[in-house]
């Protein structure tokens, strides 16, 4: 797995879903029920800091077919706003915020 995408949901209870992208850790979160009533804490690595997990919901997203990701939606999670907008800017992408991502990723 690419440390650069991957992603966990947390539940309530503690059991930890684990996702080699960020679209499949929100698509699942979008489909399952079980999984979106239980689910209390969402995690994403940094693109720039593969490897450490980080609360989804304060990332930066963009989506870009120019930044390749494992399951081809081209997303890509950013810690740092500015960092994501010189990202967006080089490989024309769209930028998003948690509560919009949740929406578009079905």
Known sequence: MDKRFGSEIVTD???AYKYCSIECMVREYNRDEKINANAENFFANDYEEPGFL???TKLHYII???MPSPMGE???AFANK???QFYQEKNTGTLYNWEKLKEIIR
């Open 54 to 56: 980080t609360d989804a």
């Open 82 to 84: 500015d960092k994501a």
């Open 74 to 76: 081209g997303l890509n």
């Open 13 to 15: 209870k503690g059991k």
């Open 64 to 66: 870009s077919e120019n």
